[in-house]
């Protein structure tokens, strides 16, 4: 800040130090001399219309400093306001397209636990019945689980008996050969 002195008529610059006082530059003549008021080491900035915001914000009016900061606190409120409106949107989309699958899901852990039960039941079944321990019997309880028998070919020259043994080979391996076995368990 430059000052006129009203009887000389002499401009007077002013510089500010580190230590937040404000001196003439006749009194303050080095860049870095213990202040002259509180004797600490300080650098000096010297006080003109072109200085840094953030000194200049301590000769600006309080009022005006106030409202300024009061519109950039409003700018960061609105854009707060708007971040968490976007995410929250997304995560209610989000919800919504997953919650049919999440409900399938569920219908199916319910049939899995429904069956699991079933054929732990039929499984604890069998070992009291004889009747169920035959392969057919418990081929016919299961009913979709076993796979169909593969055929059998007669090869050129293959005698009937040969044929009739491979079918009944054939027959045998399918009655203990299940679709989707569970993990853990192997079939026979």
């Not at 309080?62 to 976007?86: E, G, H, T, Y």
């Not at 169920?132 to 050129?156: C, D, E, K, M, W």
């Amino acid at each position: 800040a430059v000052v006129s002195t009203q009887s000389t008529g002499q401009k007077v610059r002013f510089i500010l130090t580190s230590c937040g006082h404000i001196f003439c530059t006749d009194c303050y003549t080095k860049q870095s001399l213990p202040c002259l008021f509180c004797k600490s080491k300080c650098s000096i900035t010297q006080l003109k219309p072109n200085m840094s915001p953030d000194i200049q914000i301590f000769f600006m009016d309080p009022i005006d400093v106030a409202s300024k900061l009061n519109k950039q606190m409003l700018k960061v409120l609105d854009f707060q306001k708007l971040q968490r409106k976007n995410i929250t949107r997304h995560r209610v989309e989000t919800i919504k397209r997953l919650e049919p699958r999440v409900s399938d899901l569920q219908r199916q852990i319910k049939q899995l636990i429904e069956e699991n039960k079933r054929l732990k039941s039929m499984i604890s079944g069998s070992m009291k019945s004889p009747g169920l321990n035959s392969p057919r019997s418990f081929a016919q309880v299961l009913g979709s689980r076993i796979t169909p028998p593969p055929a059998v070919f007669q090869t050129p020259g293959a005698s009937p008996r040969s044929v009739e043994c491979g079918k009944r080979s054939a027959e045998f391996s399918s009655r203990w050969s299940y679709k989707n076995v569970p993990s853990g368990r192997s079939s026979r």
